[in-house]
């Protein structure tokens, strides 16, 4: 049962030492639900000194507290699968779809080592990389950018609006090839990234009591070790697309490198489900017109999430919480400020939000998304594929008929050179062309810390393989 009464929070962090103050409120006729606000004590890092507060419409009855969800937090139980797809079996959900291959089959072996960028010379990125020269999409020459984000890059930030290099990152420019919102108003494309994982079973358990369907962007190096999983995603009607095999900053890596990624990433998903993905999202969001016409070239669409100023990014920023650098009552209040803008704006939304750690998940099901299902008017929570009002099938190539979602191909990448932002795009209300320093606040520093704690070390650890 939702209940429309309101459970104000307020918490306050005070200071260095994150003296909190707590609050605690019930909802009448929201099963008891009630929330505590206290911060937690972030064993390295203290979130920002700053007061936060959020109001939601309806909490899960079963959620973990406020106070218990944060970094260093004891492992709560993960849910079995709820069913496990049998191999052979054929989807009745999409047409033409081919039989679901047996994950035991899988042989790690055959991929390549996980979490780091894969090499080039193999034989599969080599022939990958041809696919990519004799697709007619043309790859401008744009310099790589380094490791470090905007301040690291001022040519590339100079260079990062809609006449340049397009750079999302620093600055907010789009294509319109980009998808960066749905079309309608008050239509929320749900979207989880980094898994699957050990926790997005529990996230699965919650979708489908609360008969909700999602995208997930997943890391091919996240689908070697959870197959199952993702097998499990796929035939529960979620949309499965493509997040890299190891989660770089992509305009960090050079052509061939960028083509490992993406290629890598679609092989194991289609040899664990049959089918290949037609929609990627880069990570951090990291994409220059560069990324752009190279995932074109592989078939990939490529889509962010609803950016409509240089401080309002549709960012929960939940990934930050299992590292102890923002807090759990931070990412509500941020979720509190995307619904607000959400039912501001003419289009619908896309959000960023993860499944790769317990604090998210948490966050997502006993927080986030009883409370958008709670809101009135209501929200229509689908995959993006959906929000696109576009049929399931138009999401996997091998099962896309082209008619309603024709593949991009040579004459979408002319756009990507011409076209100007996407509605309700930064570009489309009047940010484009910034010089990054803004976008560098709302849009970029808030995914930065992974970079710094998993992709630079990875770059480091592969820096014989980058050079
Ligand atoms: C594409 O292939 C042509 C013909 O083999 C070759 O000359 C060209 O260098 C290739 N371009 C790239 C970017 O690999
Ligand atoms: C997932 O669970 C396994 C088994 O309990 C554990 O070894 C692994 O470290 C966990 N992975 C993450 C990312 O927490
Ligand atoms: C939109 O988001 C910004 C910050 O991200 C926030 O300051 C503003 O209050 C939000 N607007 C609404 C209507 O919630
Ligand atoms: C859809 O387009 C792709 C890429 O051009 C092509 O490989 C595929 O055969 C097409 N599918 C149909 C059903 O025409
Ligand atoms: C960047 O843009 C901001 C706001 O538009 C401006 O104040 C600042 O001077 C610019 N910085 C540079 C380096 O151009």
Redesign the pocket.
């Known amino acids: 049962m939702l209940s429309l009464a309101a459970v104000v929070i307020s918490a306050s962090v005070v200071g260095v030492c994150a003296q909190s103050s707590s609050g605690t409120a019930s909802a009448p006729g929201a099963s008891g639900a009630s929330v505590s606000g206290s911060a937690p004590a972030a064993p390295t890092l203290s979130p920002p000194a700053t007061t936060f507060s959020f109001s939601l419409a309806s909490t899960n009855p079963t959620a973990i507290s406020l106070s218990a969800i944060a970094s260093g937090q004891s492992l709560s139980p993960t849910l079995p699968l709820e069913s496990t797809a049998s191999p052979g079996v054929t989807p009745t959900f999409l047409p033409n779809a081919p039989p679901l291959p047996n994950p035991a089959s899988l042989s790690p072996a055959s991929y390549p080592p996980l979490d780091r960028p894969p090499p080039t010379d193999s034989p599969e990125v080599q022939a990958w990389i041809q696919q990519v020269n004799s697709s007619g999409v043309t790859i401008p020459d744009i310099p790589l950018t380094v490791a470090g984000g905007c301040p690291a890059n001022p040519d590339a930030v100079a260079n990062a609006g809609e006449g340049g290099r397009c750079w999302w990152t620093c600055g907010g420019c789009t294509r319109n090839t980009d998808i960066q919102t749905c079309p309608d108003k008050m239509t929320w494309g749900l979207t989880y990234d980094d898994g699957p994982a050990n926790y997005t079973s529990n996230l699965l358990d919650y979708l489908d009591e609360q008969h909700l369907k999602s995208t997930f962007f997943v890391v091919g190096s996240r689908v070697i070790s959870n197959p199952a999983t993702l097998q499990l995603q796929y035939m529960s009607e979620h949309q499965i697309a493509v997040h890299t095999w190891s989660h770089p900053a992509l305009t960090t890596l050079s052509n061939a490198e960028i083509i490992a990624e993406l290629g890598w990433s679609k092989k194991v998903i289609k040899d664990v489900l049959g089918v290949t993905p037609n929609m990627m999202r880069p990570p951090f969001g990291d994409i220059d017109d560069r990324v752009r016409a190279i995932s074109i070239a592989m078939?990939l669409t490529p889509v962010l999430w609803t950016r409509i100023s240089p401080t309002a990014t549709f960012d929960t920023d939940d990934f930050n919480i299992n590292g102890g650098l923002t807090s759990v009552q931070q990412v509500l209040h941020n979720w509190g400020n995307i619904i607000g803008n959400a039912s501001t704006i003419s289009s619908g939304f896309i959000v960023l939000e993860h499944d790769l750690f317990q604090q998210a998940v948490e966050v997502a099901t006993g927080y986030i998304l009883p409370d958008a299902l709670a809101h009135q008017p209501a929200f229509r929570i689908e995959p993006v594929i959906s929000c696109l009002n576009k049929p399931l099938r138009d999401a996997y190539?091998e099962t896309?008929?082209?008619s309603t979602n024709?593949?991009v191909?040579p004459s979408a990448s002319a756009a990507v050179t011409l076209s100007s932002g996407a509605p309700g795009s930064a570009s489309s209300s009047g940010s484009s062309g910034s010089n990054g320093s803004n976008g560098a606040v709302g849009g970029f520093n808030i995914e930065w810390p992974y970079l710094g704690t998993l992709a630079i070390g990875v770059l480091v650890a592969g820096a014989g393989i980058l050079a």
């Open positions: 078939g190539i896309n008929d082209n024709p593949p191909g």
